[in-house]
Structure formats: C-alpha cells, structure tokens
C-alpha cells in the first residue's frame, strides 16, 4: 500500500480506535516507512504518555491488514504502564540480567497484545472498522 493510501486510511480511523481504547490522555505521533522485517514500531514513552508509531506501508496489502497493524500498536500503548514497571525493574539488575528480562517482558508483551486483538477479532467478531464504528456509536450515546 502507498505511503497516502495508508495515511488516508489511519487518519480515518486512529481517532475511534484511541477512544475505544481509552486512549485519550496519549500524544500519539504516526509516521511511515520502509523496513524490510517489521510491519511497525513503537516507541513508548509511558512517563510522558507519548508513543511513536512507525509503519511499514510497503508490507501491508489491504486496508484490514494495515487497521491490523495499527490497533496492535495501539493495543501495546493501552497496557504500557508495565513499561515504567520494567524500566524500574532495569534499574536494580545488571545489563545480562536486563537483557534476559526484556526478552520475557516482550515476549509476555507480544502475547498479550495477540490474545487481546483475538478477543476482539474472534470472541467479539469485530473487524476493525466495526469496533471504531460501534466506539463512534457508545462515545455519541454518552456525550448526548
Ligand atoms: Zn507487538
């Protein structure tokens, strides 16, 4: 997908997947690039509640696949109070223990993020689009 086809398409939708989310208090910044392994990346800042999100709009075919991308970051930014959690965590180990725990915590991480997107994917049979336009529908019926 082209770098303005996927703006088009986050701009579109980011707002409604940040309110279902919750995510209101968050800075979120969006760019685009080209990566050769990884449809994304998230840097968090979860003391500030800044997130940067890169996305890889080369690798993604469909619009579903690239909503597929986005609400995963975003999913990682709804649980990242485990990130000042973990940096603490660093702060009392040597660099060999904090390498071993990163790779526990991200794995731990990445799970979490996999089993929410399968609740709302499976359990719940929301698509994407569905889930911002159910939110679109609550956040109307709450502030009316
Ligand atoms: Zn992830």
Do not use: P
């Not at 993020?113 to 499976?122: D, K, P, S, T």
Request: proline share 0%.
């Amino acid at each position: 997908m082209d770098e303005s086809k996927a703006r088009k398409l986050v701009n579109k939708y980011i707002k409604g997947i940040r309110n279902g989310l919750q995510l209101w208090q968050w800075e979120i910044n969006i760019t685009y690039m080209h990566q050769e392994d990884a449809l994304a990346e998230l840097k968090i800042d979860a003391e500030y509640k800044k997130a940067n999100i890169r996305i890889n709009h080369d690798d993604h075919e469909t619009e579903a696949d690239l909503l597929r991308t986005l609400f995963h970051e975003l999913l990682h930014i709804m649980h990242a109070d485990f990130e000042l959690y973990r940096d603490q965590v660093w702060e009392t180990v040597s660099k060999r223990q904090a390498e071993v725990l990163d790779k526990s915590y991200t794995y731990a991480c990445e799970k979490t993020v996999g089993r929410l997107l399968a609740i709302f994917e499976h359990g719940l049979g929301y698509d994407i689009k569905q889930f911002v336009k159910r939110t679109n529908y609550v956040n109307d019926k709450r502030l009316s």
